[in-house]
């Protein structure tokens, strides 16, 4: 699953949580964060639901949309 850098900051910013608070509230590691947010990692579901949680958004709100082949 990868997230969206832009979505995901600008749900940051709706939440007023900082890096430190949203690391603490959805348990993951400083580095996952930093690579979500350089858009350079892939996340298991079960992260991007902890980090939509944490953000109050649905992950949905998160992620591109996967890209239909024709």
């Given amino acids: ?6 979505k995901f900051t600008l749900a940051m910013a709706r939440a007023c949580i900082s890096s ?5 509230m959805a348990s993951v ?10 858009g350079k990692q892939n996340l298991r579901p079960v992260t991007a639901g902890r ?3 944490a953000l109050c958004c649905d992950v949905t709100e998160l992620i591109d949309p996967p890209i239909k082949e024709a």
């Avoid at 430190?20 to 603490?24: G, I, T």
């Avoid at 590691?29 to 690579?35: E, K």
């Fill in 1 to 6: 699953m990868v997230i969206n850098p832009q």
């Fill in 29 to 38: 590691s400083s580095v996952t964060l930093m690579n979500i947010q350089k």
């Fill in 20 to 24: 430190a608070e949203l690391r603490e």
């Fill in 51 to 53: 980090l939509a949680r």
